[in-house]
């Protein structure tokens, strides 16, 4: 799925060429990242497959668009350092799971045809979805350990979320929960911080404006 500069010439004929049934813009150029190319199609195809969700309110083209530029910065940085490669067993489940929850096989082959991936396309995806995650985790999931006071303090800041049938769970009961949710936190924050580095130190170029 990734398109380098070398193959822009023929994008952009791609891109300007309307299509002979319809004279609608077949594909376009949304972003380049380090030289390789963002597609219209490969953020279509990730909606079309639920592997990015949309806010409420958000543009699904812009959202999708700066996921895929996260996911390439993301992607550039793994390349250097290369965590193990992923179980092939493992690249099987996760595909037979996206499968399952689009719906029906024929499914999943009218999105893939339609936004022109095939199925070892959509594999080499997940591969690099898991390489992404152990690099995460083996770069911050040991980094932080919040103390006490701070999970004390997030159960008392966050009643909703240990609140069932309407009566707020004693702290006990729920300490484990509050602890991972603090880890998720500081780790959610830490690799914000690392993406805008990587942004600063990688030429991206957004070329999609929203309503354009």
């Known amino acids: 799925m990734l398109r380098t500069l070398s193959t822009l010439a023929a994008v952009v004929v791609l891109a300007v060429a309307p299509s002979a049934q319809n004279g609608q813009v077949i594909d376009r150029i949304l972003a380049t990242v380090g030289g390789t190319l ?6 279509v195809a990730m909606l079309r497959l639920g592997t990015i969700q949309v806010p409420e309110g958000r543009d699904p083209l812009q ?9 390439r910065l993301m992607l550039i940085e793994v390349d250097r350092y290369g965590p193990p490669e ?3 067993a493992e690249i099987d489940r996760r595909l037979q799971a996206l499968d399952e ?15 022109g991936l095939t199925v070892e396309q959509l594999r080499l995806h997940i591969r690099d979805e ?5 690099y995460i985790q083996q770069r911050f999931g040991a980094t932080f350990q919040p103390t ?3 999970i004390v303090a997030y159960y008392r800041n ?4 240990f609140t069932r049938d309407g009566k707020l ?3 006990g009961q729920v300490r484990d929960e509050a602890r991972a949710a603090v880890l998720a936190l500081r780790r959610d924050a830490a690799v914000r911080e690392w993406l805008a580095d990587l942004r600063r130190r990688t030429d991206v170029e957004v070329l999609y404006l929203p309503g354009r």
């Open 86 to 88: 992923p179980d092939r």
């Open 38 to 43: 963002i597609l219209q199609s490969d953020a």
């Open 63 to 71: 959202w999708a668009m700066d996921r895929l530029i996260e996911r």
């Open 158 to 161: 966050n009643p909703n979320q």
């Open 101 to 115: 929850r689009i719906g029906s096989a024929d499914r999943l082959d009218t999105i893939l045809r339609e936004t």
């Open 148 to 150: 006490e006071d701070d």
């Open 130 to 134: 898991l390489r992404i995650q152990s």
């Open 169 to 171: 769970l004693p702290f």
